[in-house]
């Protein structure tokens, strides 16, 4: 930096040993500013991403919701299934007591 040939050489001395301090503070001033920048956008960026944490979970809670009821609905699907089956089954039983009974009257 050029010194000011009318200055008094108490202050350019001072100005001297500042300079150094000056840019000291500024490069530490730049490298705070830029921290407080990488603060901002990660605080942005954690906001956006717990809010999609929060619809993700929302959206978990209704799948599992959605599986407890199909499970559900399976199970009254198998119990249905089973009780058919079993109706099917008595059916043949009793179709097959009326065709004994009926050859039992024809014959008799």
Not at 11 to 29: I, N
Not at 68 to 80: I, L, P, Q, R
């Amino acid at each position: 930096m050029a010194t000011n040939e009318n200055a008094p050489k108490g202050k350019t001395e001072k100005s001297a040993e500042l300079d150094p301090l000056d840019s000291v503070f500024s490069q530490l001033e730049r490298r705070v500013e830029a921290l407080a920048q990488r603060l901002k956008a990660a605080l942005e960026e954690n906001g956006k991403l717990k809010a999609a944490n929060a619809t993700a979970e929302a959206d978990r809670q209704k799948l599992r919701a959605d599986l407890a009821e199909a499970k559900k609905a399976a199970g009254k699907g198998d119990e249905a299934g089973a009780a058919l089956r079993r109706y099917e089954t008595e059916r043949a039983e009793v179709r097959a007591r009326i065709e004994r009974l009926i050859a039992s009257l024809e014959g008799a």
